[in-house]
């Protein structure tokens, strides 16, 4: 009979235990925004000694491309990051049509934003330097051109300042 009693006991249990309510997983989707924040870029605006120097050398379809001019180079933080996995699709490397990068939507970049960006011009041999830069890490953003007309693409490479040494740097 006890044990009857038992099997009676779980069964009911496990009925109520059924009824229970259930929280629901978390929705599925984008991860939420990062915030701008001028705080999380103040160690770029520090001097420092270090330096990128850079070329490019990007070729497809058998057509050398070159440099449109301007050399951006913004200092990475959380907010960069989502903004160049959105915009590039990486946080790494990229090669895209501008067209492309243009039509991604991000938030609008703030004056605040811009001032932490620092811009040089290539050569005509396609090389930059940027100098007096802090240890950490940048994205290296170049617009190249294909020989003879076409559509713009944009290099993205992401590149590591250390111990006030120079780096070298090919967006290819």
């Known amino acids: 009979m006890s044990a009857r009693l038992l099997l009676s006991a779980a069964a009911v249990s496990l009925a109520a235990a059924a009824c ?21 870029f103040a160690w770029s605006a520090q001097p420092g ?10 070729r497809t379809d058998g057509r050398t491309w070159r440099c449109a001019g301007s050399v951006g180079l913004t200092p990475e933080t959380p907010w960069t990051r989502q903004r160049f996995q959105t915009l590039y699709g990486s ?22 934003y811009r001032g932490f960006v620092r811009n040089t011009t290539c050569g005509a041999d396609g090389t930059f330097r940027f100098e ?3 240890q950490g890490a940048w994205f290296v953003i170049v ?10 693409v944009v ?9 006030g040494r120079a780096v ?5």
């Open 49 to 58: 000694t270090a330096s990128i120097e850079g070329r490019t050398d990007y």
């Open 168 to 172: 070298q740097v090919t967006l290819s």
């Open 155 to 163: 290099l993205m490479r992401r590149v590591e300042t250390r111990n």
């Open 91 to 112: 946080t790494d490397r990229a090669a895209l049509p501008a067209a492309v990068v243009r039509a991604r939507t991000v938030a609008e970049a703030s004056a605040d």
């Open 132 to 134: 007096g830069l802090p």
């Open 20 to 40: 229970a309510p259930v929280t629901p997983p978390p929705p599925m989707g984008p991860p939420p925004a990062v915030v701008f924040n001028a705080a999380a």
């Open 143 to 152: 617009p190249v051109t294909p020989q003879g007309g076409g559509e713009a």
